[in-house]
């Protein structure tokens, strides 16, 4: 990979900054300085200081953010969106949010630069679970969560298959494998009911970490990356 394309995925550098610093002996990599951006390096490997600062690249970043209400799942609209709520360089790292949840649902949003992953996490031939917690009124019966489950009409498609948990007759999980628009609040309008709250609580095999508050992210662990990207190489 050549060194100004290094810099610039990892954030550190344009390439017009990479090759104005390596003229200025401001880059090193393994412990050489070097003068031109334009040379190759392994990125696996290479161990690359930029200005006096030692530059971690990674093929691939994946986070987990606890998307609060009100900002947009997207990465260039004109409201404010989950990328402004993040640090800057993941901009540049040409990162994303993997699916979309509505402006005023909450919960878990995966955020990667790996976009093979996200097209096949987001397949419908992979069928990778969604679960969300909801609150909704009035109360729905036992009657109607086996309408649920079952599929209902949400406007001329029936929804696939579901799972509905009740806590209560307001309050429950629902998992589903589609991605329809509005396809929950469609799905419990369908049977008489109006969801109130919608919070992601996992998505495939990501849980939700309870400890980071609305607006809050971090890295995925390396348990957790690998969990995810199984998920994406099945079949």
Excluded at 60 to 66: A, D, E, K
Excluded at 68 to 81: A, C, K, L, W
Excluded at 170 to 185: L, M, S, V, W, Y
Aim: net charge neutral.
């Amino acid at each position: 990979m050549r060194l100004d394309k290094y810099l610039s995925e990892a954030a550190v550098a344009s390439r017009s900054e990479s090759s104005k610093a390596a003229r200025s002996g401001k880059i090193t990599v393994d412990g050489a300085a070097v003068k031109s951006a334009a040379v190759h390096i392994d990125p696996e490997k290479a161990v690359v200081y930029y200005c006096g600062k030692k530059v971690n690249w990674r093929k691939f970043t994946y986070v987990m953010l606890n998307k609060p209400s009100g900002v947009i799942s997207s990465t260039d609209e004109s409201g404010r969106t989950v990328m402004d709520i993040l640090p800057p360089e993941f901009i540049k790292m040409n990162m994303f949010p993997c699916g979309r949840l509505d402006i005023d649902t909450t919960g878990l949003l995966l955020i990667t630069n790996n976009g093979p992953l996200a097209h096949e996490l987001l397949s419908p031939a992979k069928h990778v679970d969604k679960t969300y917690a909801y609150t909704c009124e009035p109360a729905i019966t036992e009657e109607q969560r086996v309408k649920l489950e079952k599929g209902v009409d949400i406007g001329g498609h029936i929804s696939a298959p579901a799972a509905v948990e009740l806590f209560s007759g307001t309050k429950g999980n629902i998992t589903i494998r589609e991605g329809k628009f509005h396809q929950i609040k469609r799905m419990f309008e369908a049977v008489g009911s109006k969801i109130t709250s919608l919070e992601r609580i996992a998505f495939g095999p990501l849980v939700l970490d309870e400890s980071l508050e609305r607006g809050g992210w971090r890295y995925l662990t390396e348990e957790e990356e690998k969990e995810l990207t199984s998920v994406g190489s099945k079949n």
